[in-house]
């Protein structure tokens, strides 16, 4: 996995209480977070699959320069 941005912040809504989580992208690949507002758990699987993505595209386009 790339980690050039592995601790910048992201945030998304929480599904259930829809308060705003950012937290560094790191936090996210974990396979499930608890939201910090209402404790709702929060499956990674579907945001982790297409971060790899992402990373597997960044790598690629690297490999250009």
């Given at each position: ?5 592995s ?6 809504p929480c599904p ?8 560094p992208?790191?936090?996210y690949?974990k ?7 209402c ?12 971060l ?14």
């Amino acid at each position: 996995m790339d980690n050039l941005f592995s601790n910048e912040p992201f945030a998304i809504p929480c599904p259930k209480c829809n308060e705003e989580i950012k937290k560094p992208i790191s936090w996210y690949k974990k396979d499930i977070v608890i939201c910090p507002f209402c404790k709702t758990t929060i499956h990674t699987r579907k945001f982790r699959a297409e971060l790899e993505a992402a990373e597997r595209t960044l790598a690629k386009f690297r490999k250009k320069l």
